[in-house]
Structure formats: C-alpha cells, structure tokens
C-alpha cells in the first residue's frame, strides 16, 4: 500500500507568467513542484533556457516539460549551426508547438516562449495544453495564474519600462503564490534582451506585500 | 422535498432518542435518517490542514495554523481552528471546516448549559474526547461522517491530557499528536523531542514550543495546504488554558539561491 503523493505525477502545480517590453521581455515563476499535495520541490526553478536569448516558463507535468525542453534545445542548438544565425523567439516557439501539438494526447504541459531575437525584439508566445500558438503582449499560465487575472487585466498598460515589467510580474506571480496552493517559495525573474539574460530572484520573505485577511 | 433543517444543534435532543425503529439499534438523528434522499457529507470541502500537540513538564501546547482551503485555493487565510472549550479543555480540528463549525458550536452549547445548571461540573479534556469519540463513531455508523480529525488537550485530574479522534471514530491518546501530514511529516519530530527530554516530564514549555514552531516550518514548505499564520494553545496544568495568535512563521529559502536548472 503505497501513500497518496506517491502514486501521483509530479506536477509544476505554478504560476508562470512573461510581459513583453520595448527592447525585451520580462518572465516569471513561482518555485513549488507538487505530487499531490506533497510539495517535492520547494526551491525548483520553472526558467528554462532554451538558447541564449530564448527562455520558456513551464507548467504542467514536471517530466514532460523537462524532456521536451530538452529536445528543444538540442534542436534549436542544431538550427543555430544550420541557419547561421541565431533562432528567432518564433521560431523556437514553433518548434515547441510543433511537439506539444503532435502528442497533445500524451502530455500535460502549458509553457511560455519568450526572449528576444534581432528581427522582432522582445516576444512572448503561449502555448497552453492543446498546442495552441499564439503570439501575446501579455502571458500567464499555470494553476496560480486563475487567480490573478482580474489583477493582470486590471494592472497591465503596454509600453511599460523592464522595471516596471519586473514588478509587475513580482506583484502578480506574489499574489498567485498567496492564494494558489500549487504555487509557493520564492519568485524567479529573468529579464532577457540583447545583452542577454539577468537572472534574479525575490526571496519568500521579500515578496510583495498585499492584503492578507 | 425534505423539510429545510436550520439547526440540528437546538432541534430535538441529541443522541437520546430511544432506537425504537429499523434502525438496527443505532440512535435516530434528526432528518437525515428518515429522508434516505438528503445529501451526505461524501467529500470535504472547505478544509483546514494539520493540526499538532505535545505535552510537556506542566501542561500541554496545540498549534493549528489559520488556514481554510477551497479545494487548492487559499480561500480563508484568518479561520480560527482552536477552540477553547474552558479553562482546562482546548480542542482543534483538521478536516471540513463546516463539519468544525457544527460541532463546535454543540460543544460550546454544551459548555454554557453546564455553567447556567450551576452544578460545579464542566468539561474535562477526557470527558470531551469520549464524547467526541461516541459522536464521531455513530456518524461514521451510519456512513455520514463528519469529516474531521480532532485532537483534545488540557488538564486531566491534574495531569496534561492529549486525545486524538478522527471521522472513523479512532481514538487514542499520547504524549504527542499530529493530524494529516503533520502525522507523516513531523510525529517523528515530536518523538524525538520527546525522547531527547526522557519523556515529557523533562520538556520545557520553550523547548516544546520551538519543536511545534519547526515542525510547522517543515509542513510550511512541504504541504501544499499549509500557511504561514498560526494559533496556538497553552493549557498549564496550573493555570487556566489560553489560546493566543495570530502568529506568523518565519520561513529559510536561502537554498534556493544555489538552485539553476534541472541539469548542468
């Protein structure tokens, strides 16, 4: 007799999120993996690199958005020799699409494409759980992020600074970590643009502040 | 359509019907035996997480953390999961919150017919740990469980007293108790707290608190319904029961500043 979180996938339970901005784009995460509601992983980190200038923000089942990250990379990493030129954010993008949609019937995995390339500057692309792909200013995605999207939509205005885009982003994914269970731990943010990509991370404790009744 | 029922508490005496139908001997109760069609308590809804205790060398400390959960969303951050029951009783509840709410309320009936017949006698902790045991087991008799762990502390004839009773009716006690994940992942813990003092005659009350205080830190981070705001009961074999809070968890990420990736 094997206990509950046992028999369970490990999931990226989360909150991810990805604003576009002039010159870049700005992701975030939340860092619980959840089996159940064992958390498995407190301190996971959910910013994936997919080339130097490309990340993507995954959800769903940990295993399966690993593995296919992998084979991102490994592909794009080909591309990059054959093309001669860096990938752009779409078309890694649709290299991701391509595998999601073809074996949408096996996988459990939503990510978020996002970086910046030469042609098209900073970009965010979702592609939720069926294999969708579209093209957005404005991205968030997990179970945390059905919690915020009266915040989001409230709060958003194009034409923000990367500054601005960060804490916004800190704002949203703190406040989808308060009150998903599935999201949790400490907010990773990159912000990605021709110098490349700047990693940070905002602690538990340092989360934005809001009500707590 | 059955009759709306608003209180089942202050409606018809409880658990004193004689078993004068089919009911195979087992007392009836209100509407929901003779409406076969009523809704039964099958799933928890509204939820409260763990809940742990430990005695220690002159009295015993529960802490519950001030969380109700909506399946996975943080729905009720400030619900009061203690209740003091009197001076020497303290009870706490994981489990449907609803289900906490009904029973709480027949306890603290219960407690305020005590005081208005004035006889001098109220609840003790093991009084009200067999009571509970009795309602828990003939609810879970007829398959409509109030779905609940509950654990009793106080003071017992002089002694500290720690209870535990779930929705099957199980119910036993000991020196240290936790409910949900808390039993997996923190009894071990209070073990070895226990161990480590030779018992519970040689824990202090700051050594017992600061046991109760890590293992809400480790539930903090590895229960995905746990939170970071919590109650917690005092009841010194001397003194009367208090229950003090809100109090708020300081937690360690520091590790997360070393993880980058899932791979090299």
Request: hydrophobic share 40%; glycine share 8%; charged share 15%.
């Amino acid at each position: 007799m094997l206990a509950d979180w046992t028999q369970q996938e490990v999931l990226t339970g989360t909150t991810i999120m990805a604003v576009e901005y002039n010159g870049g784009v700005v992701i975030g995460a939340d860092s619980r993996t959840s089996s159940g509601t064992y958390v498995t992983n407190r301190t996971q980190d959910k910013l994936t690199p997919l080339t130097e200038y490309i990340y993507c923000c995954r959800s769903g089942s940990a295993a399966d958005t690993q593995a296919i990250a992998d084979h991102v990379r490994y592909y794009l990493d080909f591309s990059r020799i054959s093309q001669g030129r860096e990938p752009t954010v779409r078309y890694a993008a649709h290299v991701m699409q391509s595998i999601l949609y073809n074996n949408r019937d096996n996988l459990s995995a939503a990510v978020i494409v996002a970086g910046w390339d030469e042609v098209n500057g900073g970009q965010v692309y979702c592609i939720p759980l069926g294999g969708l792909l579209v093209r957005q200013p404005m991205a968030a995605g997990g179970s945390g992020s059905t919690y915020i999207w009266g915040h989001l939509d409230a709060q958003f205005k194009p034409g923000m600074t990367d500054t601005e885009c960060q804490e916004f982003v800190a704002k949203s994914v703190s406040l989808a970590i308060k009150r998903d269970g599935s999201s949790g731990g400490v907010c990773r943010l990159a912000v990605i643009n021709r110098s490349g990509v700047q990693r940070r991370i905002i602690m538990h404790e340092d989360l934005p502040k809001s009500y707590d009744g | 359509l059955f009759p709306l029922q608003f209180s089942s508490a202050m409606s018809a005496s409880f658990y004193t019907k004689p078993a004068n139908n089919g009911n195979a001997g087992v007392a009836m109760e209100t509407s929901w035996d003779s409406n076969p069609g009523r809704q039964r308590t099958l799933q928890p809804i509204t939820t409260g997480a763990s809940v742990l205790a430990i005695k220690y060398n002159a009295g015993v400390i529960m802490v519950a953390d001030t969380l109700g959960s909506y399946g996975s969303l943080a729905k009720f951050r400030s619900i009061p999961r203690v209740l003091r029951v009197n001076d020497a009783t303290v009870a706490a509840a994981s489990g449907d919150l609803a289900d906490m709410q009904f029973l709480n309320t027949v306890v603290e009936n219960h407690a305020i017919d005590e005081e208005i017949h004035e006889h001098g006698i109220a609840y003790s902790p093991a009084s009200l740990h067999s009571w509970l045991t009795r309602v828990m087991y003939n609810r879970r008799s007829r398959i409509n469980p109030l779905w609940n762990t509950y654990i009793v502390a106080g003071t017992e004839a002089g002694q500290p007293f720690l209870g535990y009773v779930n929705m099957l009716g199980v119910a036993f006690k000991e020196d240290c108790l936790a409910t949900g994940f808390g039993s997996h992942l923190c009894l071990g813990l209070l073990r070895e707290a226990l161990d480590a003092a030779g018992g519970y005659a040689g824990l202090t009350e700051e050594t017992a608190t600061s046991a109760l205080e890590a293992c809400l830190r480790v539930l903090y981070y590895r229960d995905c319904r746990a939170y970071n705001q919590y109650q917690l009961a005092n009841v010194p074999v001397a003194k009367p029961a208090q229950v003090s809070g809100p109090h708020f968890l300081q937690s360690d990420w520091s590790v997360a500043k070393l993880v980058k990736h899932y791979t090299e």
